[in-house]
């Protein structure tokens, strides 16, 4: 079947305003949901339960003024703009959540969640920060237990171990087939802008039927890779190869994404929570159920583990296999850990003789001119 690539990309960029609709019809056919804010979260416990996950992390500016009411103005955009949309009763999203999971990550977030608890029923799920130490690696698998204690009492439902192992299998399989998805920007020229891919790795956070959202993404990575069989790529082999890196990119993807295409480069790969550093490993589906996800999900390497190590060594993993030119990081105003490990990322980038820039932005418009700017500067000096 040949569908029109470009309609597609369309679909994927409206799931979220589309899935307004669509988690209203799931919640009125009787089906539970439980709102998430993390790339932590065990989804698989969720699912498990017959319940379906959805993202709070939000990406818009305009409910900021709001959350300032409660929270400092120096704090991430995102912690505020997600907030913003609980205390307006503003996302669907939300309202539709039966209740909330959040995880003890950083600072800003887990002292948002306690708010957050006076609103709406959430639950917090204590993440520890040492992913080597085997004190931590226990706390999690029993923190996988407690969450699934909370699904069963909430949902009056039996959470058994095949349900969790078909909940693995079933979210592997998503996981597959974004990661075969995504590794079309190893290709030169990649045959998709990185505006286009990250569009799409937005979209299926939105998406409820991920049957036929499998089914799309398999159709669409295969007549992406017949696009660069038949040399028919839109992007210039020349176009800089760059890598992103840092903070979740939704609210800023049209300033930084946008304005870097449109200066002549192409983003090949993202390590950040939409791309690699979530995708890039399976759970074990031989391990006992309860234990792999644990061990899946304490692995993630994100900036509030101490230390981060995995971050490294993704990176360099995806600067090798992607054909890297150069890394952007984005770190979003108030983010201190990711803001701290600039420095050491800088260092390994110029250990590798990488050209890196780290770009701190917000959910506004106004540093739009003052990124381009930058952006160019860095773009020319590939
Ligand atoms: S950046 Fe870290 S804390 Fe934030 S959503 Fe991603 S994994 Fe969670
Ligand atoms: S971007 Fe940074 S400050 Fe914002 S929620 Fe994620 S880890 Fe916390």
């Known amino acids: 079947m040949k569908i029109n690539l470009q309609d597609m990309f369309e679909e994927f960029a409206e799931a979220r305003r589309n899935g307004f609709l669509i988690v209203k019809d799931v919640k009125e056919s009787g089906n539970n949901i439980v709102g998430t804010f993390c790339t932590y979260t065990p989804k698989e416990l969720i699912y498990a339960a017959g319940a379906y996950p959805v993202s709070l992390c939000s990406i818009s500016e305009s409910t900021i003024p709001e959350a300032e009411k409660h929270l400092p103005k120096n704090l991430c955009p995102l912690i505020k703009s997600s907030y913003g949309h609980a205390l307006k009763e503003s996302c669907p999203y939300m309202y539709f959540s039966d209740f909330i999971v959040g995880e003890t990550t950083c600072d800003g977030k887990k002292k948002m969640y306690e708010l957050l608890g006076e609103i709406k029923d959430t639950y917090i799920m204590q993440l520890p920060q040492d992913q080597d130490n085997k004190y931590g690696k226990l706390m999690w698998e029993e923190e996988m237990y407690r969450f699934k204690n909370k699904l069963e009492q909430k949902f009056n439902v039996v959470i058994t171990d095949d349900n969790v192992r078909d909940a693995i299998v079933f979210c592997n ?11 079309l920007g190893k290709l030169v020229p990649p045959p998709i802008s990185g505006y286009d891919m990250n569009t799409i790795l937005n979209g299926v956070i939105y998406t409820f ?29 020349t176009a800089p190869r760059i890598l992103i890196t840092g903070c979740p990119m939704g609210g800023v993807a049209d300033k930084v994404i946008k304005q870097l295409e449109n200066v002549g480069a192409v983003v090949v790969t993202y390590e950040n929570c939409g791309g690699a550093k979530n995708l890039a490993h399976l759970v074990d589906e031989k391990e006992s159920p309860m234990k792999a ?10 900036s509030v583990m101490s230390p981060n190590k995995g971050r490294e060594s993704l990176l360099k993993e995806l600067i090798e296999d992607y054909h890297v030119d150069g890394v952007i990081e984005i770190v979003l105003q108030a983010c201190h850990t990711y803001a701290v490990e600039t420095r050491s990322i800088g260092e390994i980038m110029k250990s590798l003789s990488t050209p890196f820039i780290s770009l701190e932005t917000d959910y506004s418009t106004t540093d739009t001119g003052q990124l381009r700017t930058r952006l160019e500067a860095f773009v020319e000096m590939l």
């Open 173 to 183: 399989e998503e996981r597959k087939v974004l990661k075969e998805f995504y590794s």
């Open 209 to 237: 039927d991920k049957k036929i959202q499998n089914e799309k993404l398999r159709i669409i990575t295969e007549q992406l890779r017949e696009v660069h069989r038949n040399g028919e790529s839109k992007i210039p082999v």
């Open 293 to 302: 996800l644990a061990d899946k999900y304490l692995s993630i390497p994100c």
